[in-house]
């Protein structure tokens, strides 16, 4: 069968925080379009891929994505006018050679990466496969284990807690739709704990509570209480995870911290802390504990918990293959969170997980606080393999949409279907 990119188009739609970002559409010559649209983050890594933005504020009071848009139009739609859809890794290297800048800053990460995933999604429909098995074959039939966003702090919620993303982990469910029940109700039963204390229980940019507690620990016993009122057991049914995003409460080197009572505190003490912490409550996982320039508080956090904890990268590794082999080769954590977008196209996001999986290396696909309806995220995790998937709590429709298209994976792959890393 031949199959051939015809045109590619783009438009500005809005964000789950109501900024302007890039959608894209790669129309076949058979008829047949793929379409993807880009998330964008809040609590950004300095050495991510460059998002293109206008310089003004646009109509929509952020900055929008116009240039990106004609970008897609008119540079990059008639370059891969004629190409295979199929060849994925030609397109890619193919964008990457056509941008020339080093961060992808000169057509825009969020262009690129719009096409990119479009042209996966075209050449998946075009053959009617499921985009997972289209990325990752026949094997492609293990469900990533979700972390679910609870409470929402840091650049999430205007710092209602210091540290960003209080997750709860289903450790104990076989399947993933009963790790999404386990999340779902011990959410429900959080809710219920709040409200009871007084609390207003609205929600962050990820949909967990934006919850206001003098001290960041307080977020961590309330969890491990509503997950016993939803009827778990902390630790063996539902597990903690955390992402401080240490880098927004970093300054020169000394991390700020305004709910702790001591205040400040170097990278030293902030290790000492999650220590305590873990001894104390079920963590499995700590992302970004330190800022992202902290080489030594990431070694310091790996050689003092990364037998027992799960030590992930974010903002230091912004899904770079090159950053990602040196903190293996320096054991600064051993673990990575992926997001597509800070590097720019499917097929180095591909290489950042085998560069993981080489090493021994846990990965963690995620979504950006602003992100929108396409449920991209879901499939490629199931592609890759499983893994985790972080995509928020199970309250805002545009985290839910990934949720209930791993349901609907799981429900495909049917006896086949396999669950967790
Ligand atoms: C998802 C995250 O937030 P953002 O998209 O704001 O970087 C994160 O820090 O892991
Ligand atoms: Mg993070």
Redesign the pocket.
């Known amino acids: 069968m031949t199959l051939r990119i015809e045109s590619v188009r783009a438009l500005e739609i809005l964000d789950s925080r109501g900024q302007p970002t890039v959608r894209v559409y790669v129309v076949l010559d058979n008829g047949v379009v793929g379409t993807a649209s880009v998330p964008s983050?809040?609590?950004?890594g300095k050495r991510e891929a460059l998002e293109l933005r206008d310089g003004d504020v646009g109509r929509y009071g952020g900055k929008g994505v116009q240039k990106a848009v004609a970008h897609v139009e008119t540079i990059m739609g008639p370059a891969i006018r004629g190409m295979d859809p199929r060849g994925q890794a030609e397109i890619d290297q193919f964008l990457i050679d056509l941008d020339g800048s080093p961060g992808k800053g000169r057509l825009g990460a969020n262009a690129i990466l719009g096409v990119s995933q479009a042209v996966a999604r075209a050449a998946a429909r075009a053959l009617d496969t499921p985009l997972y098995a289209y990325l990752g074959g026949t094997g492609a039939n293990r469900l990533p284990r979700p972390m679910i966003n609870i409470l929402n702090g840091g650049?999430?919620s205007d710092f209602t807690l210091d540290f960003?993303e209080f997750m709860i982990v289903p450790v104990g469910a076989d399947s993933f739709r009963e790790a999404l029940r386990y999340g779902a109700e011990t959410f429900a039963a959080l809710r219920q704990l709040l409200k009871a204390r007084g609390y207003a229980t609205r929600v962050g940019d990820e949909g967990g509570f934006a919850v206001s507690f003098d001290d960041n620990e307080e977020a961590c016993a309330v969890i491990v209480e509503a997950i016993a009122a939803a009827g778990y057991e902390p630790g063996v049914d539902i597990a903690l995870a955390l992402?401080p995003?240490a880098s927004a409460f970093c300054k020169d080197g000394t991390y700020h911290l305004a709910h702790n009572g001591h205040g400040v505190s170097d990278s030293r003490a902030l290790v000492a802390l999650y220590e305590r912490w873990v001894g104390k409550y079920p963590i499995l996982s700590i992302?970004?504990g330190l800022a992202e320039d902290d080489w030594q508080g990431f070694q310091d956090l790996t050689a003092r918990l990364g037998d027992k904890v799960q030590i992930v990268g974010?903002d230091i590794l912004v899904t770079n293959p090159e950053l990602i082999a040196r903190a293996i080769a320096e054991k600064a954590g051993n673990a990575a969170?992926i997001k597509p977008n800070q590097i720019g196209t499917v097929s180095e996001t591909i290489a950042a997980i085998q560069l993981c999986r080489k090493a021994g290396w846990a990965f963690v696909v995620?979504?950006?606080?602003g992100d929108t309806e396409d449920d991209f995220i879901a499939d490629f995790a199931v592609a890759m393999g499983g893994g985790q998937i972080k995509t928020g709590s199970v309250c805002r429709s545009e985290r839910v949409a990934k949720y209930n298209r791993l349901l609907e994976i799981e429900r495909e792959l049917g006896r086949g279907a396999q669950f967790g890393p």
């Open positions: 983050g809040a609590s950004t650049l999430h960003q992402d995003a992302e970004d974010d969170l995620s979504h950006r606080s």
